[in-house]
């Protein structure tokens, strides 16, 4: 299961890696951002090949896409200085608390 959760991380690294390459591709005219993250996308889907054959499709898009949205908007603030109000900071951390949740009762439930 450890390594499940392992490539599960990995496919949402490399997904944070490719959307953050997006502005940085201009519209996809920059040859080595645009292969970059053509490369993370491909391996981020790659890596959850192996993660849906163990953990149910639901809880691992929650888990891809919840901690995606929150690891993309810290990383957005922090490089591309973009704004985030308070109640959005509130959202993103009440986004990992679901995927926390999901994920502790699935665990139990296999």
């Known amino acids: 299961m ?3 959760y392992i490539f599960l991380i990995g496919a949402i690294f490399c997904e944070v890696g490719g959307t953050m390459l997006l502005p940085v591709s201009q519209n996809f005219t920059k040859l080595i951002p645009t292969a970059a993250l053509t490369i993370l996308y491909l391996s981020a889907f790659y ?3 192996f993660v849906v ?3 149910p499709i ?3 898009y929650a888990t891809w896409s919840g ?3 929150f690891t993309i908007a810290i990383l957005g603030y922090i490089f ?3 704004t985030l109000a308070w109640q959005a ?4 951390f009440l986004i990992v608390v679901g995927v926390i949740l999901v994920n502790s009762f699935t665990i139990k439930l296999s």
Not at 89 to 92: I, P
């Open 2 to 4: 450890t390594k499940t």
């Open 47 to 49: 890596l959850l090949t």
């Open 53 to 55: 054959d163990k953990l």
């Open 58 to 60: 639901a809880i691992v």
């Open 67 to 69: 901690l995606g949205i």
């Open 80 to 82: 591309f200085k973009q």
């Open 89 to 92: 900071v509130l959202g993103l």
